[in-house]
Structure formats: C-alpha cells, structure tokens
T-cell receptor
C-alpha cells in the first residue's frame, strides 16, 4: 500500500524557537495532504488541508501565522510551528489522499520546553 | 457539514465475547467511512473502509462493519475479542467535494478483560 513518512519522529525544542515537520508520500503523488494534532488520550483534530501549489485551508481556530504549511511538491508538505510554546507540545500527524483513502504518517511528537 | 459521533468513549468487554463500537455520521454528500485503530504510542492502522460498494465490510483481524444509510450508522463489530484488540478506535468520514474533507470521531477506548 501507499506509504507516508514523517520527519522527525520526535523533536524537543526550546520555547520561542521554530520547528519544521516534513510529511512525504513515498510511492505516490498527493495533491492534498492533511495535518492533524492529537492531544493525549484524545482524537485527531484536523488543523489544515494542504493543497499542492496553493495556500493551505485552515480549520477554524487554527492560527495560520503560527502553523505555517507549505506544499511545494506533489510528495512533500511541511508544517512549521513558529515561536513554539509549551502549549504547542503535542503529537502531529499528517495524511495524504490516494484514491479514496487516506494514508497516515507515523506522527511527530513535539515537546516544547 | 460533516460530523462523526462515537457514542461510547469507553467500552470494556471480556476476552472471547463480542465487540460492538458504535459510530454515527452526518454528511451532506455521499461519504466514505473508515475505522482506524491506534495502539498506545503507535500510529494509525486502517481496519476497514466503506466506499459505496458492499454495505457489509470485512476488515483485518476479524473486524467488520455495516453501513446503514437509513440509520446513518457504521458500527464496528467483532465476534470474539482478543487481548490484543485493546486500543483506541476512531471512526472517520471522508467526503470529496471541491476538495477532500476528512473528519475523525472522538474515539472509543476498548479494554479487554482476561
């Protein structure tokens, strides 16, 4: 099946720094990718829809200047958490559309000190 | 608008007994429906999916789900629970309009008692 990778799998950073998370579709092209955030023992919350070659569509309540999304190619979308704070600590998961199915990355655990 | 409701936040069953995890959805379009499982500190694994073909869908590990349009439901079942089934289960609705839209349910935590 289709494979989606995320890098890094785990990152620890200091408050005020920016962190970039990459999401790659390894064996297919994805015009649409999604970014989710998952809090402990909670469901996945859709943050934004990333469209190749155009601006991302953000869900209500998600700060677009805080969570920068770039989808520069058909196999790569990046999420940059700018000026990270401890409350941004979470598990971030991406997915990519292929056919009528979503394929999920393994997730990135962000810890902001 | 699309939404997904999982009626039980937590379900506990004894090993060897049937499992029922309930899911109801709301969608203005013909949806695709999925069940995913997430084990502790692990990624998401697709159990099964409905995409407008057969309404009774069989998945991995003995799970199956039935799409009932009249009840807007897509409940997940398994005849006999195994200890390894203990995990978090998510019902997901996906619609394709001008762009893809994927919505996760709140999840149901399944415990299996030996």
């Amino acid at each position: 099946g289709a494979v989606v990778s995320q890098h890094p799998s785990r990152v620890i950073c200091k408050s005020g720094t920016s962190v970039k998370i990459e999401c790659r579709s390894l064996d297919f092209q994805a015009t649409t990718m999604f970014w989710y955030r998952q809090f402990p023992k909670k469901s996945l919350m859709l943050m934004a829809t990333s469209n190749e070659g155009s601006k991302a569509t953000y869900e209500q309540g998600v700060e677009k200047d805080k969570f920068l999304i770039n989808h520069a190619s058909l196999t790569l979308s990046t999420l940059t958490v700018t000026s990270a704070h401890p409350e941004d600590s979470s598990f971030y998961i991406c997915s990519a559309s292929h056919g009528n199915e979503q394929f999920f990355g393994p997730g990135t655990r962000l810890t902001v000190l | 608008a699309q939404s997904v409701t999982q009626l039980d936040s937590h379900v506990s069953v004894s090993e060897g007994t049937p499992v029922l995890l309930r899911c109801n959805y709301s969608s203005s379009y013909s949806p695709s429906l999925f069940w995913y499982v997430q084990h502790p500190n692990k990624g998401l694994q697709l159990l099964l999916k409905y995409t407008s073909a057969a309404t009774l869908v069989k998945g991995i590990n003995g799970f199956e789900a039935e799409f009932k349009k009249s009840e807007t439901s897509f409940h997940l079942t398994k005849p006999s629970a195994h200890m390894s089934d203990a995990a978090e289960y998510f019902c997901v609705v996906s619609v394709k309009t001008s762009y893809d839209k994927v919505i996760f349910g709140p999840g149901t935590s399944l415990s299996v008692i030996p």
